[in-house]
């Protein structure tokens, strides 16, 4: 299915005593460029990152936000200073012995002494964590990707109508081309008759210069092969992959062709649906854009 290049996803989900939010947002690019926001501490995911999207995304600037919120005491421990604390315990023992007055001292009395409590980050698991945001990236991926293709289908079908104004276009310049050789011979011929006057007209000469003018002017090669570039447009929209190279390529063809049937055409009726057809080329080289 044609995938778009613009697009947001964002999932969220609590693992590992943490809340984990990633949003994946992308717009038009030749190629695949990423960036990324990540918590501090964070950053040997990036690489990871990277390689989980890079798998699934062909084209698109593509920027990934990652946030992390600590829900239990999981990402630190408190430590006690056990010889600290007993050297405080055994100086307040002096002090009521020395002074005479009753101790009376708790413990939670010597954790309020300097140093005593140490509260430290723990030692961070990063496969674990890893594992966790590798999952909430997954089903954030999914959205962005389910959102790429809602938006590269209606791409699709506005390219597909197009093809077909630009195919009816064809038509009519087709018929219209078929008459030509006719209606020059004509002209030529009634125009040679109010110049000659009651002179003969060589018909041999004639018959000449209506080839010369039909030779010049022939477009059923480009009609062709416009319509053979249409139907591969056709057949690449139908495929389940990133097409987008493809399609610039085909849209520089068929505006080839278009520009050649224009100068080659001499005929008024002509020019204006070649007109017509290079708008709608047009108007398709801005939608494909959006295509990865």
């Not at 890079?54 to 408190?78: F, M, P, Y």
């Not at 007055?101 to 009395?109: H, I, N």
Request: glycine share 4%; with cysteine.
């Amino acid at each position: 299915m044609i995938a778009s290049m613009t697009g947001y996803g964002r999932a969220e989900a609590v693992a590992g005593g943490r809340s984990i939010a990633v949003e994946i947002r992308s717009v038009n690019s030749r190629y695949f460029e990423y960036s990324s926001r990540l918590p501090r501490g964070c950053a040997f995911l990036d690489d990871k990152l990277k390689k989980q999207l890079s798998a699934a995304i062909s084209r698109g600037k593509v920027e990934l936000n990652l946030t992390l919120q600590t829900l239990e005491a999981a990402d630190t421990v408190v430590e006690v200073n056990e010889a600290l604390a007993a050297s405080y315990r055994q100086a307040l023992a002096k002090i009521s012995e020395t002074l005479e007055l009753p101790l009376g001292a708790t413990a939670a009395d010597i954790a309020r002494f300097p140093d005593v409590l140490c509260v430290r980050r723990a030692q961070l698991d990063e496969e674990q964590l890893w594992q966790d945001v590798q999952a909430v990236c997954a089903a954030a991926l999914d959205n962005f990707l389910a959102m790429r293709r809602v938006e590269g289908e209606r791409l699709r079908q506005d390219v597909l109508d197009r093809l077909e104004t630009i195919e009816t276009l064809t038509g009519e310049i087709e018929q219209r081309s078929a008459g030509r050789v006719q209606a020059y011979t004509d002209k030529l011929y009634a125009r040679l008759q109010e110049l000659l006057g009651d002179r003969s007209i060589e018909e041999s000469r004639l018959v000449t210069e209506a080839a010369i003018f039909a030779d010049k002017t022939a477009i059923d090669e480009e009609t062709v092969r416009l319509r053979s570039h249409i139907a591969q447009y056709r057949e690449i929209l139908g495929l389940s992959q990133a097409v987008g190279r493809k399609l610039d390529f085909l849209t520089q063809e068929l505006n080839r062709e278009a520009n050649t049937i224009g100068s080659k055409a001499q005929d008024l009726d002509i020019t204006r649906r070649v007109v017509d057809i290079k708008a709608e080329i047009e108007k398709i080289r801005e939608q494909i854009q959006n295509i990865e």
